[in-house]
């Protein structure tokens, strides 16, 4: 019997009627296009299509259908409604092609690097809380069992090992993960459903809540509830001197210069400010709603870093986090 084919992205858009429009294309090596659907007449997209560029593109396609799959089936009590549903797994020129539902609301990253935006204290404040707010209901509805918090540095050093270990000092790293490990081990964590990538790029916002979060390809059904607390106060940091000449001051954040890559992550560490203390604080409360002590904000902190060190699909990115881990770590 003939195998039939899955239905085409063209034929979709065809059926749906109405209009298309194409997101930027990222630079990432699992780069994809994003294409919003409209229905005829509406002024809102009613779906969503990821289509690869690449063979990685494309296995981040199919894992985050798995992923999306996986979570329709459990229970996210009022963060439901913030997840994309599967609605159709097409095929584009031979690609894979996965098409969602539509989420309301604007790119959290948007506002950030609008004028200004992270220079002041309210709009930094608002956006903090209404992630801290969604995490808190996530972990809620998902709590599931525990495990010792060195459990967010699973096969981290040998992932390192094996992506770095060539390079200069990385011994040293290897040790640093392993000593961390050592002083995360003992605190236990609630297991939840863990998104991954939590950063402000995959938040939509809508009447300060978040509205909705997108790309689940690296999501977990279980896993240490700390790891999208600690990736958004990261992610959010490192982008604080995104608009400012190397060399200079960073508008509202005073000791802070736009000096060397993740500076703004440094910031956070080792700054004082009202910056530092909203994102430090962001970390502790979050810790100590998980029932952790919230001076343990800093190695949860550097335990990501090097997560993102070992996991990162960009090379670079990975190696400029491992470096970064490597200064800090130093100076704790």
């Not at 997840?83 to 031979?94: D, N, R, S, T, Y």
């Not at 400012?244 to 508008?251: L, N």
Request: hydrophobic letters at 45%; one cysteine or more; charged letters at 20%.
């Amino acid at each position: 019997m003939a195998t039939l084919a899955k239905p085409t992205l063209a034929s979709f858009i065809g059926e749906l009627g109405g209009r298309a429009a194409c997101l930027a294309l990222s630079r990432d090596p699992n780069a994809k296009l994003t294409i919003l659907l409209f229905p005829p007449g509406g002024e809102q997209p009613a779906y969503v299509a990821k289509v690869p560029t690449t063979e990685a593109a494309a296995r981040s396609v199919e894992r985050e259908a798995a992923r999306l799959a996986d979570l329709a089936g459990r229970e996210l009590g009022a963060t439901t409604a913030t997840v994309p549903a599967v609605v159709a797994h097409l095929e584009h020129h031979g690609w894979p092609v996965l098409v969602t539902t539509a989420l309301p609301g604007r790119s959290m990253l948007a506002a950030y690097h609008s004028w200004r935006h992270t220079a002041r204290p309210e709009s930094v404040a608002a956006d903090l809380a209404a992630a801290g707010a969604w995490l808190s209901g996530l972990h809620h509805a998902t709590a599931s069992g525990a495990c010792g918090l060195e459990a967010s540095l699973d096969r981290v050093a040998e992932a390192i090992r094996v992506r770095f270990g060539a390079r200069r000092d990385t011994a040293a790293d290897l040790a640093g993960v392993e000593g961390l490990g050592r002083r995360l081990a003992g605190f236990p964590v609630p297991t939840s459903v863990v998104h991954g990538d939590f950063w402000p790029g995959n938040l939509l916002v809508s009447d300060c809540q978040v509205s909705g979060v997108i790309d689940w390809e690296m999501a977990r059904l279980e896993g240490p509830a700390t790891r999208d607390l600690a990736r958004f106060a990261i992610a959010y940091s490192l982008y604080l001197d995104r608009h400012t000449r190397p060399g200079r001051p960073v508008p509202g954040h005073r000791g802070l210069r736009a000096d060397r890559w993740g500076c703004g992550v440094d910031y956070v560490m080792n700054g004082t400010g009202w910056y530092p203390g909203l994102a430090r604080a962001f970390v502790r409360d979050g810790l100590e709603r998980l029932g952790l002590p919230g001076r343990c904000w800093r190695d949860v902190l550097l335990a990501d870093l090097a997560a993102i060190a070992a996991e990162a699909d960009h090379a670079e990115f990975a190696w400029n986090h491992l470096l970064l881990f490597r200064r800090l770590r130093e100076r704790s």
